[in-house]
Nanobody, 123 residues
Framework: VQLQASGGGLVQAGGSLRLSCAAS????????MGWFRQAPGKDREFVAA????????DYADSVKGRFTISRDNAGNTVYLQMNSLKPEDTAVYYC?????????????????WGQGTQVTVSS
């Protein structure tokens, strides 16, 4: 399984970005997916997760109401729409496939990881 994340970039505070994560192999539609982020000098932290069907989602408190996770199982892609971005959202964002069909929150629950895409929000 390989995951390719894209869509990161430099944006001003208040702006928007849409991250995409394309998966090789027929894994989507079978497992939950998640987005995590890691800022310099900090641990990787949970951002958002979605279950196998896309009907259940959850978010970190810091992004609730601003970020939306979604998935296109036919296209083997998961998305993270990020609105009202803040400088504290600056990090490398990683997508991951979890080991179950549900919504997971810890890095240990995820089996496969993408390479990460940089998001930088300027003030």
């Amino acid at each position: 399984v390989q995951l390719q994340a894209s869509g990161g970039g430099l944006v001003q505070a208040g702006g928007s970005l849409r991250l995409s994560c394309a998966a090789s192999g027929r894994i989507l539609g079978r497992y939950g997916m998640g987005w995590f982020r890691q800022a310099p000098g900090k641990d990787r932290e949970f951002v958002a997760a979605i279950n196998w069907s896309g009907r259940t989602t959850d978010y970190a408190d810091s992004v609730k109401g601003r970020f939306t996770i979604s998935r296109d199982n036919a296209g083997n892609t998961v998305y993270l729409q990020m609105n009202s971005l803040k400088p504290e959202d600056t990090a490398v964002y990683y997508c991951a496939v979890d080991k179950s069909m549900g919504v997971q929150y810890t890095t240990s629950a995820f089996a496969y990881w993408g390479q990460g895409t940089q998001v930088t929000v300027s003030s």
